[in-house]
């Protein structure tokens, strides 16, 4: 059962910006870092952003991740069909001493 | 370059057991943790379970406390997720993936266990 909550889609034309929430509680995103994911279809997850607002090597800085309290949000500018895919928040949860995953969000170019 | 391959997925009857493997190659595996994500058709990504660096500390989702068992072989660069008592729930894609930087820094292609009578 997820405990991160996520809208179930998101849209936007090609260049503009789409923004995803991911909101928690005080025992995962409120006290742990947060990550998020881009699953294209058919294939496996690929890590977007780490530590809230950090990314990996070769990621793209059209994506950007915050946090504040509760709750995270991941920015994508200048949107691309190619950027059409499911994004999964994840923390660490104190109360349940394990990963938490977001309800997922997908992504549509229109 | 990192890779991750899982294997040992098939088609098991409830109650059943069944063992995954995940064989790293181009990094350090003995120096990161290691975690079982799964993903049910159709559904999205939820935890399964990880292994601390050298097997020391281990953490599991409540849903698979006393059936799953996660361990590591750092000789042979090796993870492994035995399943026992399995589920029509535990029907799912398994990935296999390493924290170098975080949870979910690398992937496997996944394996897929289904369960059904």
């Known amino acids: 059962q997820s405990v991160l909550t996520q809208p179930p889609s998101a849209s936007g034309t090609p260049g503009q910006r789409v923004t995803i929430s991911c909101s928690g509680s005080?025992?995962?995103?409120?006290?742990?870092?947060i990550s998020w994911y881009q699953q294209l279809p058919g294939t496996a997850p690929k890590l977007l952003i780490y530590?809230?607002?950090q990314r990996p090597s070769g990621i793209p800085d059209r994506f950007s991740g915050s946090k504040s309290g509760v709750s995270a949000s991941l920015a994508i500018s200048g949107l691309r069909s190619e950027d059409e895919a499911d994004y999964y928040c994840?923390?660490?949860?104190?109360?349940?001493?394990?990963?938490?995953f977001g309800t997922g969000t997908e992504v549509t170019a229109l | 370059e990192e890779q991750l391959v899982e294997s040992g997925g098939d088609l098991v009857q409830p109650g059943g057991s069944l063992r995954l493997s995940c064989a790293a190659s181009g990094f350090t595996f003995s120096s990161y943790w290691m975690s079982w994500v799964r993903q049910g058709p159709g559904r999205g990504l939820e935890w399964v379970a990880n292994?601390?660096?050298?097997?020391?500390?281990?953490h599991y989702v409540d849903s698979v406390k006393g059936r799953f068992t996660i361990s590591r072989d750092n000789a042979k660069n090796s993870l492994y997720l035995h399943m026992n008592g399995l589920r029509v729930e535990d029907t799912a894609v398994y990935y296999c993936?390493?924290?170098?930087?975080?949870?979910?820094?690398?992937w496997g292609q996944g394996t897929l266990v289904t369960v059904s009578s």
């Open positions: 994840v923390s660490w949860d104190d109360s349940l001493s394990g990963y938490v």
């Open positions: 005080n025992s995962n995103i409120g006290n742990n870092f």
């Open positions: 292994i601390k660096e050298d097997g020391s500390e281990i």
């Open positions: 530590r809230n607002d």
């Open positions: 993936t390493s924290h170098q930087l975080e949870i979910g820094t690398c």
